[in-house]
């Protein structure tokens, strides 16, 4: 059995006792309610569960003293303040008052308060499952069944699944599967146009199962009906939070606050919102040595002002174990499924674990090796066909998000053609699965930097660079003060705006503008020195990361590193009046070389290999006919935004340039 937990609150003198199964209960409070102590309204020893399961008309018993017969009691929707439903009190007793659920009532999580005249008290929140009254017999070797409902209404066609078989609910909203319960879940791909209940910013759309197949467990779904035919996502990569580089206190006054104000942004006229991480949330090398693992990521991930989606990455694997599964497990306890499905609006979302923890020489108090493999295994190749399968409408957008890279970062070669190369292990064998949908874009991060792959007719991929930038290191106390990526993206996230089948995205770096999408240096200034900015190091130590730019330029060229680069982009640049030719070059970004390798030589320390500069193939140069003239700069992205610079040279190089 669950085991309940009681919270004591302390409110304005008013003590309430509030039940509380896992996290799902959150309680408001406003400066009204504290003034609430006086004699003819105080309600004592409040105890409200996360959730009921309730149908309309019945009643509903809170545990508390001090209710009166016709206080009203307002219910008050957390998804949308407007809807708002009022019952009165029909019954108390020393300890308990009575309420009828409404008839016009829809599931949801509603704020609870009581009105007295003209005073009221807010008691808690609590999630109304509205359920049905349908009878599920047994059926002879299904080990798992349910119905899922929304409004006490079974919902047809839903996909349900634990990980290894697939099927569909009944017209009452039924489902059967025949499970070996191995994942130790039944999941349901949640309808487009609704949404389920959360544990703080975590969509509940999965069930626990025991591992038990001699006995047949019934697991519901509750829906809450919604509109996300228009939505926004927000692809957030590579957080790395392990307690170092003061990254705790980055994420919170920079990252945070710049995310929120986007939610935010999109939400204030009805747009639903939802995030997806793409692996990476913590650091395993630090679950022990820090003490912070992924339940300590949690109270991060829910100071985001929207649902959460989360996916694995190779960083989020208990290095304690050298086995895949077992090394899941902490994943799975924590934070649920490692690969699962879901659907907003018309868009089919996909998440999968593309990696393989290795981990050579783990063991129980002992940190192995960390190494994996990049592959999606057997199980859930199969498990991706049945899922796919589900979907009779080929055109159906699908959005599949996992951790490593589908195609390795591109190169351009000579004449400035990009080349592509596989870099999952069974890469080929993915695509072929997703050769029957029309459209296809692949989330992935990984890397910590930016690039664009449309190798297929049918299907792009989207590496994005990451929120923790170079693993929180330039914008450590005492360094660079910037927030930058490998590849000169600024850190930051991805927004995927989506109405109906139209779907536009953009990247967005943390602490700028929507617009900020590239950066440019005048080369003739570029000039990196260690007397310049590494001055306790050496030239000859700082020129084996600085590559040319450790010689001085005079060419009048100037670099443009245009991050969310893709191959319908125009670049206009002009002198005087005069078309200049833009030229795709494989480079380094000068930025990053000065914010992090150039400042980890001059604290005396060895910059990592694998966090340092590299070269990326959305950097462009031109050359101008004199060092001093301003170059007109006009960036098309492919859904006809336009972003321009006057860029007037000589432009100084330093930590600071945009």
């Not at 199969?382 to 080929?394: Q, T, Y």
């Not at 590496?463 to 330039?474: D, G, K, L, M």
């Not at 993206?489 to 990247?507: A, E, H, L, T, V």
């Amino acid at each position: 059995m669950k085991q309940t937990r009681r919270k004591f609150i302390k409110i304005g003198g008013l003590t309430t006792v509030a039940s509380l199964s896992g996290i799902g209960l959150t309680f408001a409070s406003c400066q009204d309610d504290t003034e609430l102590e006086i004699n003819d309204f105080i309600i004592t020893g409040i105890s409200i569960p996360s959730s009921i399961d309730i149908a309309i008309g019945e009643p509903v018993v809170l545990t508390g003293k001090g209710f009166v017969i016709n206080d009203q009691i307002e219910l008050k929707s957390s998804i949308n303040s407007d809807i708002i439903y009022t019952t009165n009190i029909t019954d108390v007793t020393d300890k308990t008052g009575t309420f009828i659920i409404p008839d016009d009532f829809s599931t949801g999580n509603y704020s609870i308060r009581v009105i007295r005249g003209e005073k009221n008290l807010l008691l808690g929140t609590l999630l109304f499952n509205l359920v049905t009254n349908v009878t599920i017999p047994d059926i002879e070797g299904m080990t798992i069944k349910g119905v899922v409902y929304s409004d006490g209404k079974g919902i047809s066609g839903v996909t349900v699944s634990d990980g290894q078989e697939v099927t569909i609910t009944d017209k009452e909203g039924v489902y059967y599967l025949s499970s070996l319960k191995k994942t130790g879940f039944v999941f349901i791909s949640i309808p487009g146009n609704y949404e389920v209940a959360a544990i703080g910013n975590s969509p509940q759309f999965f069930k626990r199962l025991s591992n038990n197949t001699t006995i047949i467990e019934q697991k519901d779904f509750s829906l809450i009906k919604v509109d996300n035919q228009k939505h926004v996502v927000i692809p957030m990569a590579d957080w790395h939070l392990a307690n170092r580089n003061n990254d705790t206190d980055q994420y919170t006054n920079k990252v945070v606050p710049d995310v929120n104000a986007t939610i935010d942004k999109y939400k204030a006229d009805g747009t639903k919102v939802y995030a997806i991480t793409l692996g990476d949330l913590t650091w395993d090398l630090y679950w022990y040595k820090n003490n912070f693992g992924l339940n300590e990521y949690i109270p991060y991930m829910n100071m985001l002002n929207c649902p959460v989606f989360n996916l694995i990455g190779n960083h989020d694997y208990d290095p304690y174990y050298a086995n895949d599964w077992e090394a899941e497990n902490k994943f799975r306890d924590i934070l649920g499924p490692t690969y699962y499905s879901f659907n907003l609006g018309d868009i089919h979302y996909v998440v999968l674990d593309d990696v393989e923890y290795i981990n050579t020489g783990g063991s129980i108090g002992t940190v192995g090796n960390r190494n994996y493999n990049y592959t999606i295994n057997l199980e859930q190749i199969k498990w991706l066909k049945k899922d796919l399968e589900a979907i009779i409408d080929k055109t159906t957008p699908i959005v599949l998000a996992m951790h490593t890279p589908l195609y390795k970062r591109p190169s351009v070669d000579s004449n400035g053609d990009q080349v592509n190369e596989i870099y999952l292990n069974n890469g080929n064998e993915l695509i072929e699965i997703l050769k029957g949908f029309s459209k296809v874009n692949i989330l992935t991060g990984h890397l910590h930097e930016n690039y664009r792959v449309e190798e297929e007719i049918n299907l792009m991929e989207h590496n994005t660079a990451a929120i923790c930038a170079t693993w929180w290191w330039t914008g450590k106390n005492g360094y660079a003060d910037n927030h930058i990526c490998k590849d000169g993206s600024p850190g930051g996230y991805s927004i995927w705006n989506i109405n109906g089948r139209d779907i536009q995205w953009k990247y967005k770096g943390i602490g700028y503008s929507e617009n900020y999408q590239f950066r440019t240096y005048d080369l003739n200034t570029v000039h990196i020195t260690a007397d310049s900015f590494a001055p306790q190091s050496t030239d000859a130590e700082l020129s084996i990361y600085s590559d040319s730019y450790s010689q001085k330029n005079s060419n009048n060229e100037a670099l443009i590193n245009i991050w969310s680069y893709e191959k319908d982009w125009k670049i206009e640049v002009t002198e005087n009046g005069n078309t200049l030719n833009v030229t795709r070059i494989n480079a380094k970004d000068p930025l990053h070389i000065i914010s992090y390798e150039a400042l980890r030589l001059n604290n005396g320390a060895t910059p990592t290999s694998a966090f340092v500069t590299s070269k990326t193939s959305h950097i462009f140069k031109v050359k101008a006919s004199s060092p001093e003239t301003t170059l007109e700069i006009k960036v098309i992205d492919n859904f006809g935004n336009v972003y321009t610079e006057s860029m007037i040279r000589p432009k100084a190089f330093s930590l600071d340039i945009n």
